[in-house]
C-alpha cells in the first residue's frame, strides 16, 4: 500500500489533463465542427496509415530523441501545479521519462513495448505498473511518453468536417498493441497538411477521458507541436499545458532502458 500511494504521488505532478491548459483557457471555448462528416472522398488504408506518420512527425522529427516538457495543471482556471520532465524515446516502443520537479527528482519512468515499471528515488527495485497506473493523472505519464499513434493504433477515414475554420480529416483510430494508453482516440487532422488538431481520447471501459488541442509553432524552421492541452473530462475543471520546450536527436545508451540498471544508476545528469 505504502508504494502503491508512492505511485500515486508520482502520478500527481501530471495531474491534471495531460499537456496543455492555458491560463484562463483557451479550452473554455469550445471547436466548432460540423454535425455531419463528409464521406464523399475516400482513402485507402495505407493513405490513412501515412496520414498518422506525418501527425506523429509533428510531435517528434528523430526516431532516438530528447524532449524538455513542462507541465501545467490548471484548477478551475488558477495555476495549480508546474512540473517539468525529460523524456529519451527509441525505435520500438521505448520510452524513459525522468522526472525533474520538485519533490519528484530523481523518480523515473521506463516504457518497453507493453511492459512498464515505476523507479522511486532512494530504491533500489523497480516497481511494475499495469497500463492503467500510467494513466493516473490528468497529464500521465503514459501521454507524456508516448508521442506516437502510428504504432500503437489502426487507422480508418471516417469523413471530412470543418473544425476552427479549417477543413480535416476525421480518423478513427483502434489500438493494435496491448500497452497502448488509450483503447480507442478520434483524431482530426488537417486536410492538406495533415497537422493534428484534435484528440477524442477513449478508455477501454469506453468512457472519454480527455480531450487534447494542439498547438502550433516553429522549431528550427519547421512547423512542430509546440504545446498540446489537454481538457479533464473526467475531473471537470482540471486542465493541462503541455510545452514541448526542445526536441533533439539523442541516443541514450541501450543500457538505460534496463529496469534492473536503471535502478541501480542515478539519472541526475539526464
Do not use: C
Not at 218 to 236: F, K, S, Y
Amino acid at each position: 500500500m505504502y508504494k502503491l500511494a508512492k505511485i500515486k504521488n508520482a502520478w500527481k505532478l501530471w495531474g491534471s489533463a495531460l499537456v496543455m491548459a492555458v491560463a484562463p483557457m483557451a479550452l473554455a471555448n469550445p471547436l466548432n465542427t460540423n454535425s455531419g462528416a463528409s464521406s464523399e472522398i475516400n482513402y485507402t488504408a495505407q493513405e490513412v496509415e501515412d496520414m498518422l506518420a506525418k501527425a506523429d512527425f509533428y510531435r517528434l522529427q528523430e526516431n532516438s530523441a530528447r524532449v524538455v516538457t513542462e507541465v501545467q495543471v490548471y484548477k478551475n482556471g488558477e495555476l495549480d501545479s508546474m512540473d517539468k520532465y525529460h523524456v529519451y524515446t527509441r525505435p520500438q516502443r521505448k520510452s524513459l521519462v525522468v522526472f525533474k520537479g520538485a519533490g519528484e527528482e530523481g523518480t523515473k519512468m521506463l516504457m518497453l513495448q507493453d511492459n512498464y515499471w515505476m523507479l522511486m528515488p532512494r530504491s533500489r527495485r523497480p516497481i511494475r505498473i499495469t497500463p492503467m497506473q500510467k494513466l493516473l493523472g490528468g497529464a500521465s505519464v503514459g501521454d507524456v511518453a508516448t508521442l506516437t499513434w502510428s504504432e500503437d493504433y489502426q487507422g480508418a477515414y471516417a469523413g471530412q468536417e470543418m473544425l476552427q475554420d479549417r477543413l480535416v480529416n476525421r480518423l478513427n483510430l483502434s489500438v493494435k498493441t496491448k500497452g497502448a494508453s488509450y483503447q480507442r482516440i478520434n483524431l482530426w487532422v488537417d486536410s492538406k497538411d495533415y497537422f493534428p488538431v484534435k484528440a477524442e481520447l477513449y478508455l477501454k471501459s469506453g468512457k472519454l477521458a480527455k480531450i487534447a488541442h494542439f498547438i502550433s509553432g516553429q522549431r528550427e524552421g519547421r512547423q512542430v507541436v509546440a504545446e498540446m492541452l489537454l481538457q479533464d473530462t473526467i475531473n471537470t475543471g482540471t486542465e493541462t499545458r503541455v510545452i514541448y520546450e526542445s526536441a533533439q536527436a539523442h541516443n541514450l545508451p541501450e543500457k538505460y532502458y534496463n529496469p534492473a540498471y536503471l535502478s541501480r544508476q542515478s539519472t541526475a545528469e539526464l
